[in-house]
């Protein structure tokens, strides 16, 4: 027999009980995953392959006569995203006040937070696959499926931002004699716009690459160029789109990140 | 001269904000020229009887009970659980190398950051796009494309919490002589780890909603039997699996955000 | 042990931390540096496990010139040498065990780290480090639920875990209580006694510093202008070092008795 050791005198763990449980589950999961899903897995091995000949198809020998078309397609799916973001705020901003809790009663509020959920909920593809035979396959179809499908997400957000704000200002006004307007004037208003001009700016961003997808659809914008050039094996017209929208939403994200910087942070 | 001409000069707007209002004002402009903007068509056709808002008021409940489509649901829902489980595990892994005191060289880092950047660009459909090109139709696709995309949500938000961690911890672990990865595991990972959870549920939220359409583009899961009503012009039968679809999606993102609240 | 030899250290932007220092440190000696904030102690104790590099001269440890050394040299050389911090610098998240634990990692290959499977000798080393601070009991409580002294005292365990040959602390008891201080102090010195551990601390409580040192070495804008017994340093030696009359801030005690 061994003589006792420091870590024999070491406490025993708390019982978790829940943390087994909750592995077990997860792994469950995922064998489950694994184990139904219908994938023809052996050409999981021919992938990396495949992919690079693909990567040599479409980048090795680029159409950049056709950039100029492409470009404009890009521009299209930047107009789409732009336009849905500024509708989606026309309707969000009166849903967000109907939705904070410093500005609306609580029957309003839980219906008008119900549906910013369920539109929150519908991806934006859904949305323009309903809208193309009401405006047919044109980018207006693309613009209403953003915008439905922004509203939800931008509701939430301005009301979360107008139910953060501080209650001094609003008090002054009321300290004043302010009415009902005025204290929304100067004690709402100049607290939110920033971080509302710096959301409606985020969400551009992420428009932006769900407009460029919506095209493989039909509703207008590169997307469309890329998926009809890939079915149709042009392969080198597709590459050139592909990094045509790489590059221009990185240059989105860039300078839309800035001007929230500058918006939040005030000059300097 | 009276108190009131001495006052400083009243201070105007500032360039910046004259500049981004009229900026927004004529992007806008130049946008709707090139949508060729136009709600006319919208107007008559909702105020006049169509199928597609007649089938969203009426959706076909009976696509529970279809044996395609409760395979094509379940399908989503495999991919959804797979892309997930193998890109939050390399998301993690590129993010931390990707910090400024995790890289083992700047070179490591810039070129990670760079990979970085160029996944997060590509949405979903566009990965499908791809993987459908290079792999041919089916699951395996959709699997390697909602694998691709759950990396770029679960590296950028990972990333965004690694840049605040705590770094005296770090010094600790590298004034005792530890590797740069044995100080990545034990002084990094116990601090972000419930945030990490936390991104990893939402990554899971996102890939449920983007494997519902990659099939669109042939990538599996609902998204064809989607495509196919709209073929056929079945819009009950197309908005009732919808809403079924994003019924379970809510649960789903309910039972997600009971967790994400308990573990911040 | 030690060796400085004509050690200079210039951070960027010009400031002269360290001018031309020579200084011998013996095995086994327990050693405290004092000066004001900005005279060197900090940047003394990190040059010594390369933390911070020399700008010019020579620096020995155990033989081996520090500036010599590349990445996994540098680690070598800090396996053997503990570290004690101000802010304790410990994974607030995880348990005391672990943090101890962390004192493992030079000798325990890294997949076992990753996994967090321990072998059972290092397990029993850092519950022998734990046992000897008298906080064995705490070894399953998070970090972030203990008092500062507690914390201190976890981090004296995770560099003795290292079984160091070496201890540097860079103003241990700054954030704590006078009579935490003197516990934590009592523990590096009883430490550094029965294991022949050589130990360097930085304090700036004078009081403190003769109470506990063998040898005080005084820095004063980078140059060293005492070195000797604590029996040695008196009123006007200290205000050599700091260059003005003492106040009471300099020593811990409500009285400013030296």
Known sequence: ?268 | MAAIDRLPPRPGLSRFTVGATLGALVITVLAGWAVDFDLSGLITDLTRPNSVIEGLLSPDWAQIWSERSRRAFVETLQLAVLGTAGGSIVALALALYATDYGAPHPSVRITLRLINSVIRSLPDLLWALLFVSAVGIGALSGLLALFFFSIAVISKLTSDTLDGVDRAPIEAAVASGATNTEMLRTAVLPQILPSYVSFVLYGFEINLRASAVIGLVGAGGIGERIQFFQGRGEWDKLWGLVILFFLVVFVVEQISSFFRRRLV | MIRFRDATVVYDGGVRALSGLDLDIGDGEFIVVVGLSGAGKSTLIRAINGLVPLTSGSLEVNGREVSSLNRSGLRELRSDIGMVFQGFNLVDRTSVLNNVLMGRLHSVPTWRTVLGRYPAADVEIAAKALERVEILDKARVRANQLSGGQRQRVGIARALAQEPKLILADEPVASLDPPTSHVVMRYLKEISADLGITTLVNLHFLDLATAYADRIIGLRAGELVFDGPGSECDATVFESIYGRSLTADDTMEAEPSL
């Not at chain 1, 799916?77 to 006040?97: N, Q």
Request: proline share 5%; glycine share 10%; charged share 15%.
């Open chain 1, 1 to 268: 027999m061994t003589a006792a050791t420091a870590t024999d005198r070491i406490p025993s763990p708390p019982r978790e009980w829940w943390r087994p449980a909750t592995w077990v589950a997860v792994v469950v999961l995922i064998a489950w995953s694994f184990w139904g899903l219908d994938a023809r897995w052996e050409r999981l091995l021919d992938a990396p392959a495949d992919f690079w000949n693909l990567g040599q198809l479409l980048f090795g020998d680029m159409a950049f006569d056709r950039a100029g078309d492409l470009l404009i397609d890009m521009w299209e799916s930047i107009a789409i995203a732009w336009l849905g973001t500024m509708i989606a705020a026309v309707f969000a901003i009166p849903l967000s006040f109907l939705a904070a809790e410093n500005l609306a009663g609580l029957g309003t509020r839980l219906v008008v937070r119900q549906i910013l959920n369920i539109l929150r909920a519908i991806p934006e593809v859904i949305l323009a696959i309903a809208f193309i035979p009401l405006l047919g396959l044109t980018p207006m179809a693309g613009v209403m499926a953003i915008a439905i499908g922004s509203i939800g997400t931008l509701g939430k957000l301005f009301a979360e931002v107008i139910e953060a704000i501080s209650p001094h200002p609003v008090e002054a006004v009321d300290a004043v004699g302010g009415s009902r307007i005025q204290r929304f004037r100067w004690g709402v208003v100049p607290q939110v716009s920033p971080e509302i001009a710096s959301f409606l700016l985020y969400r551009f961003e992420i428009n932006v690459r769900a407009s460029a997808v919506l095209g493989v659809i039909g509703a207008g914008g590169i997307g469309g160029t890329i998926a009809q050039t890939l079915q149709f094996k042009q392969f080198d017209v597709a590459g050139l789109g592909l990094i045509i929208v790489v590059v221009a939403t990185i240059i989105v994200d860039l300078i839309s990140g800035a001007i929230r910087r500058r918006i939040l942070r005030g000059p300097s």
